[in-house]
């Protein structure tokens, strides 16, 4: 689009788009390219940004002015707006004399230049448009560079860290072919050896996962997918997962969780991670006979969010690195750590799957004593994710219904990787069927070995909830990846007794009673679902 | 125990020798092929009641080799299993459609290899492990 040829001899006018609506502002500066560089300008003008934007989209500007106050665009939504439909074309900002703050602010949002209305000299405009479009250039370029750099240095990291698995592969097997005594009796000695290796295989295999896991966060590629869980099922299974790696080290570590806490909405297997991830630190950084505590409540700051605490009584962190030890590649210098082995990659991958996930994460330490990591993961709240079906006027006769479709596999299970994909068809499928106003699929709330259950909230007549539920089976019969992989569905339907909400009561504490009335029946059904048959 | 057969497709050598060893320790017959046009003139000659099959494979990769199994009347049935070092977040969905039983990455736990063998050869789990874990870190 931009025109860069530098032919000097038979250059082609460029073509200046001009958005201003004062019409002595207008006389002016078409006065000024009217003069010398006639032949070098092309003026096109406007006086509405409705206009201009569909000029600008057309494409073959190589540079727009743009007043900032123009009768249907006001301040900086005039320059965004230029920005989004043709963000090739570099923008001069045209401003009043008094208006220096609003041309700065303009420059932060990608404005290359401004020129003050009055103040323009003859000479230097053409200059001005000049360099403007040279610069824009210059940035699109070095932008394109590092872009490119960024992508081919993710790119080699994904290469290398995958190639590293298969020599790792093959150490891995033939350590545990000598250690099971596959090719012949060990001696004690020598399987102490083995062990030793094969630790040492899993931290490099650990290391290569974290490798990934970054380049995945620099891509955008982290996967997330957030569900009603109970996180504290999620620790007390990684607590117990360490207790040997512990007791080894002559380490005592515990959950102490109450029962009763509400259920979280997160990725649980994300939510491991980052506990595998802060007990494994913690653990490493505890000198024998110290103590490792998981501990869960509701997070006083802000009740609608759950706080884990992972308390050690290790060698601690000093206060000027506690902010650091979230960022990338940091490592504490400590040359008393012995056997640390480790890319430093861990505490920053976990400060992004929680911050991913709504939450936060930090630690308050005292040197030699200890440290408290912690971390806040959102309540899950079906209050929230029905507020907005709720909050909608509908006709009479409408109420609630709960459409239950079951996914079950005809041979009895369900692999973990044929569940997550075709849990996600499933997914998709039934948004298809629905109206984005009235109804609301609820995240993954429960799943067998062998079924899974996905609860549909509607808000509907008896006869709508009938053509949704008729409408979800046709569509999962068509579907012939679910067929091939073997599985049966059902729908189901329920009409909940009707709840009213008085005219006085907020509509928040209407999603909260009717919240409840779901929860409950959903509990109900799984609870039926889960009675072995 | 078993006797059933399972065709290791896969181009590392080392990796060829060290599942024979594990395979046939779990009392499986095993056969080989080292590239994907050898893999279906193996499978044709034994016909295995498993394939391990890796991705990236000199002359045919993993999924072409799926490809023609499956367009291959009395291959078509043979069940899949996916053994690869490359990202599951790329791969997994693609091998899944391609009609895998399942996507494992390398380097794979032996207990998690060999559950997932009898999984899908619709063998009881009694996992007598004679495998070692030390439990994954």
């Known amino acids: 689009m931009a025109n860069s040829t530098s032919d000097n001899t038979k250059r082609k006018p460029l073509q200046v788009l001009l958005v201003e609506d004062n019409a002595g502002d207008v006389r002016l500066l078409r006065e000024m390219f009217s003069t010398e560089t006639a032949d070098d300008f092309e003026l096109t003008h406007f006086l509405r940004m409705s206009d201009a934007v569909v000029h600008l989209a057309k494409g073959g500007v190589d540079i727009a002015l743009l007043d900032l106050g123009l009768p249907d665009a006001h301040g900086l939504e005039t320059l965004r707006r230029a920005r989004a439909v043709a963000p090739d074309v570099p923008v001069i900002v045209l401003t009043g004399l008094d208006d220096e703050a609003l041309a700065a602010e303009a420059m932060k949002e990608g404005a290359q230049d401004y020129l003050i209305k009055g103040q323009i000299e003859n000479r230097a405009l053409p200059r001005a448009l000049r360099h403007a479009i040279e610069r824009h250039r210059m940035q ?58 094969l630790r040492n295989v899993r931290q490099l295999e650990s290391m290569i996962a974290d490798l990934l896991e970054v380049t995945r966060i620099q891509e955008g590629k982290l996967n997330i997918e957030p569900q009603a869980a109970s996180l504290r099922n999620t620790i007390m299974e990684t607590v117990s997962m360490f207790e040997g790696t512990a007791a080894a080290k002559g380490i005592t570590i515990r959950a102490n969780i109450p029962a009763g806490l509400p259920l979280a909405y997160v990725d649980p297997s994300r939510a491991r991670q980052v506990l595998i991830n802060l007990i494994s630190n913690a653990i490493k950084f505890t000198p024998k006979g110290g103590e490792i505590k998981a501990q869960m409540r509701i997070f006083e700051e802000d009740p609608s969010f759950l706080a884990v605490e992972i308390a050690d009584t290790g060698c601690g962190i000093k206060p000027e690195a506690s902010k650091l030890i979230f960022e990338r590649l940091f490592q504490a210098n400590e040359p008393s750590e012995e056997g640390r082995k480790g890319l430093g990659l861990g505490l920053y991958i976990s400060n992004e799957l929680v911050v991913r996930q709504g939450g936060k994460i930090w630690v308050t330490s005292e040197p030699q004593k200890g440290s408290n990591f912690f971390f806040t993961v959102p309540i899950f709240s079906l209050a929230s994710l029905i507020g907005p079906i709720l909050t909608n006027e509908v006709k009479p006769g409408y109420g609630i219904a709960v459409l239950v479709v079951e996914m079950e596999s005809q041979d009895g299970s369900l692999s973990p990787d044929v569940r997550i994909e075709m849990s ?110 | 125990m078993s006797n059933k057969t399972i065709l290791i497709v896969d181009d590392d050598p080392d990796v060829r020798l060290g599942l024979n060893i594990r395979l046939k320790a779990n009392h499986y ?104 874990d030390l439990g994954e870190l």
Request: hydrophobic content about 45%; charged content about 25%.
């Open chain 1, 140 to 197: 699109g370029e070095a932008n394109q560079i590092r872009t490119l750099q960024l992508r081919l240095k993710d790119e080699f990291l994904s290469h290398v860290s995958h190639e590293l698995r298969s020599p790792l592969t093959a150490i891995y097997q033939f350590v545990t072919i000598l250690l099971d005594g596959l090719a012949g009796e060990v001696q004690p000695e020598q399987a102490e050896y083995l062990r030793i290796t």
């Open chain 1, 424 to 533: 996600s068809v499933a997914r998709t499928l039934l948004q298809r069927c629905l109206l984005p106003d009235l109804d609301v699929v609820l995240p993954k709330m429960d799943s067998g070995d062998a079924q899974e259950l996905f609860f549909v909230v509607a808000r509907a007549n008896k006869q709508g909830a009938e053509v949704m539920s008729k409408r979800i089976r046709e569509q999962f019969r068509r579907c012939e990846q679910l067929q091939r992989a073997g599985l049966t569905f059902m729908v189901s339907s329920s009409f909940l007794p009707p709840i009213s909400r008085s005219a006085t009561e907020p509509v928040e504490e209407f999603a909260g009673h009717v919240a409840a009335t779901i929860q409950e029946h959903i509990n109900m059904m799984v609870e039926a679902r889960s009675v072995p048959t």
């Open chain 2, 29 to 132: 017959n095993v056969v080989f092929a080292p590239d994907g046009m050898a893999s279906i003139a193996e499978a044709r000659k034994h016909s295995p009641d498993l394939i391990i099959l890796d991705l990236g494979l000199p002359a045919g990769d993993g999924f072409s080799v799926m490809e023609r199994l499956k367009a291959n009347d009395s291959l078509a049935l043979i069940p899949v299993i996916v053994l690869s070092a490359r990202d599951p977040s790329a791969n997994r969905e693609r091998a899944l459609k391609a009609g895998a039983k399942a996507f494992l990455q390398k380097p794979v736990d032996n207990a998690k290899l060999l559950s997932m063998i009898r999984k899908v050869l619709g063998e009881k789990d009694l996992t007598p492990r004679l495998v070692h």
